[in-house]
């Protein structure tokens, strides 16, 4: 199986700040088709998990232009320009390139 | 508008069986592959299994392969998991999906349905 490795796994941010995520696959993402599926969730606390990124750096709709996505093969990183209270909850990098689908861990984001 | 909701979930004991349903509406399901993630309490997420929209394909992750079955009624717009042998590492929130989130197709999830294995 694909292993998607995040770090950290928690980060503390100060209000207004930048914030970036790292996500690692122990393989390369890229599909048959040429496409890369990664992609990143958003988990606020009590809710169910929402896709903020698709395909490394298509931001979905509604998504504030304040998350972006970047990377290629098995580097990724999602990145807050500045944080907000909302943005406080778990943040997951996913692979829909080999079966099974895999998650990373999760990355903690909290706000000092 | 687009809606998945969940239903089935309970408690059961280790060794038990429960069914999970999940009832779609607001796109052409029929035209959809499906899937099942799921989530412990506390913990993170787990794709769990795929199915195609003629039901010609289903894909398991190892850890229910055997013991879970995938199935859909499109007649009815509906998804469900049969799963039997339950074991307490199967306690989670059960969510289904649309499977093309996970390659850049839209994205909806359910509220999900808590399964909780406990004698």
């Known amino acids: 199986d694909v292993v998607m490795t995040q770090s950290p796994l928690s980060l503390p941010v100060t209000l207004g700040q930048p914030a970036s995520i790292s996500c690692r696959s122990s393989q390369s993402l890229v599909y048959s088709d040429g496409n890369t599926y990664l992609n990143w969730f958003q988990q606020r606390p009590g809710q169910s998990p929402r896709r903020l990124i698709y395909k490394v750096s298509n931001r979905d709709s509604g998504v504030p232009d304040r998350f972006s996505g970047s990377g290629s093969g098995t580097d990724f990183t999602l990145k807050i320009s500045r944080v907000e209270a909302e943005d406080v909850g778990v943040y997951y990098c996913m692979q829909g390139t080999h079966w099974p689908w895999t998650f990373g861990q999760g990355t903690k984001v909290e706000i000092k | 508008e687009v809606q998945l909701v969940e239903s089935g979930g309970g408690l059961v004991q280790p060794g038990g069986s429960l069914r999970l349903s999940c009832a779609a509406s607001g796109f052409t399901f029929s035209s959809y592959w499906m899937s099942w993630v799921r989530q412990a309490p506390g913990k993170g997420l787990e794709w769990v299994a795929n199915i195609k929209p003629d039901v010609s394909e289903k894909y398991y992750v190892d850890s229910v392969k055997g013991r879970f079955t995938i199935s859909r009624d499109n007649a009815k717009n509906s998804l469900y998991l049969q799963m039997n042998s339950l074991r307490a590492e199967d306690t989670a929130v059960y969510y289904c999906?649309?499977?093309?989130?996970?390659?850049?197709?839209?994205?909806?999830w359910g509220q999900g349905t808590l399964v909780t294995v406990s004698s």
């Open positions: 999906l649309v499977a093309a989130s996970a390659r850049g197709g839209f994205d909806y």
